[in-house]
């Protein structure tokens, strides 16, 4: 208040409350408030080690002990910034060693995302629209929010959810919910009518919870049963199994890498299914007679 570039701190004060409040609402925000946290945090640390010392000259022991327990505070909030280096660090160790990094999980992930976008991009028909907001693409893939950027600038495919989640729109966002949560075939194709959907990516499921409380969920029988038949029987619960149909018009085509392949019962992160007419086959044969039939897939 008594500054006399008090105009340009209240500035710097009130920007940094609004981007507090915005990140508070949304994390995503936290990239642009952390700016005016660093340096709020250092304007107040030289304010408070000023004020102490006038308050505490006089006593040398409550002086050491407001710096050691400033030190202790100091410490306790910068230790998750610091921890989050730690992989680096021991990479670098890794390194001189003569040994070879490790991939955190971030970067697996983004390694396993790219790998399939790029599968995407080379086998599968090319749209239009691919950074032309007047063009029409003749179809677009319905995949987790959460690859919908990697999909769009490294696969160069329309999506129907992206990153940006529920904040550019919902209606993609909940659509895709409705979809992976419907407990039918019919029901998930209705949710997805009129969108030109071709194809559609199902991530492993992280809740297998979720996945034995519903087994018919369209996410469990794309993610576990990769859309073959499956009789089971619920948990602590007698009487007949239930079964589950193979679904008729979802093709598994391509299977991504584990997260971490090293473990032996991974399942594949990313499976693509491609959404297809499917097919009635009917005929006439003599009893007893071997009838064969045969799909060519290449």
């Not at 000023?50 to 710096?67: E, T, Y």
């Not at 060693?97 to 991009?121: A, D, T």
Request: glycine share 6%; aromatic share 12%.
């Amino acid at each position: 208040r008594r500054r006399a570039d008090r105009a340009a701190c209240f500035f710097l004060v009130g920007w940094s409350f609004a981007l507090a409040a915005a990140t508070l609402t949304q994390l995503r925000f936290a990239n642009s408030f952390s700016v005016a946290w660093s340096l709020l945090l250092a304007w107040s640390l030289v304010e408070i080690v000023s004020w102490a010392r006038a308050q505490l000259s006089s006593r040398a022991g409550v002086r050491w002990f407001a710096l050691a327990a400033g030190v202790l505070v100091l410490l306790f909030v910068v230790t998750p910034s610091v921890m989050s280096y730690r992989v680096y660090a021991l990479n670098i160790v890794r390194s001189s060693k003569g040994e070879p990094p490790r991939k955190n999980y971030l970067e697996r992930l983004q390694f396993v995302r790219e790998k399939m976008s790029r599968w995407l991009r080379n086998n599968t028909p090319a749209t239009e629209g691919w950074l032309d907001e007047a063009a029409v693409p003749e179809y677009g893939i319905l995949a987790p929010w959460s690859v919908g950027h990697v999909l769009k600038y490294v696969g160069r495919r329309p999506v129907v959810q992206d990153n940006f989640g529920d904040d550019a729109g919902v209606q993609g966002f909940e659509t895709a919910r409705r979809y992976f949560r419907a407990g039918d075939e019919a029901d998930a194709l209705a949710q997805i009518e009129g969108l030109q959907v071709r194809y559609v990516i199902v991530r492993a499921s992280e809740n297998r919870r979720r996945s034995n409380r519903f087994p018919g969920e369209m996410q469990t029988r794309l993610d576990r049963y990769r859309g073959s038949e499956r009789w089971m029987v619920e948990k602590g619960q007698a009487g007949a199994p239930m079964r589950f149909d193979a679904l008729e018009r979802h093709r598994l085509i391509y299977e991504s890498a584990a997260l971490w392949p090293s473990a032996e019962t991974e399942l594949p992160l990313y499976q693509v299914f491609e959404i297809v007419p499917g097919a009635h086959v009917e005929g006439l044969a003599d009893p007893d007679e071997v009838v064969v039939a045969r799909l060519e897939i290449r």
